[in-house]
Nanobody
Framework: QVQLVESGGGLVQAGGSLTLSCAASGRTFNLPNMGWFRQAPGKEREFVAAITWSGRTTYYADSVKGRFTISRDNAKNTVYLQMGSLKPEDTAVYYC???????????????WGKGTLVTVSS
């Protein structure tokens, strides 16, 4: 089982940037594909971005394509989400998880960390 701790959230003005981190522990971190999801108030959790275990392939939700960049450092057991040109509609709790399925858009584990809150003010 992989344990996940998200960090880096905060309050930012529209147009600003933030970088989130997901620190993972567990023996299998170097194997799985990883992704970010988010859940806005009153809405279901949704896919944001994913990256293969090698880091060579990435996928993005249309709503963040061109603004967000996912990356990983397997030596540090960490996945990152660089967020730019932030909009108020990006306000949500952001979670990381292993991913699976077509374009890696589904969470691989039922376990979720506590997430990190991103608030974008207009």
């Amino acid at each position: 089982q992989v344990q996940l701790v998200e960090s880096g959230g905060g309050l930012v003005q529209a147009g600003g940037s933030l970088t989130l981190s997901c620190a993972a522990s567990g023996r299998t971190f170097n194997l799985p594909n990883m992704g970010w999801f988010r859940q806005a108030p009153g809405k279901e959790r949704e896919f944001v971005a994913a990256i293969t275990w090698s880091g060579r392939t990435t996928y993005y939700a249309d709503s963040v394509k061109g603004r967000f960049t996912i990356s990983r450092d397997n030596a540090k057991n960490t996945v990152y989400l660089q967020m730019g040109s932030l909009k108020p509609e990006d306000t949500a709790v952001y979670y990381c998880n292993t991913v699976k399925g077509m374009e890696l858009r589904k969470n691989g584990m039922d376990y979720w960390g506590k997430g990190t809150l991103v608030t974008v003010s207009s």
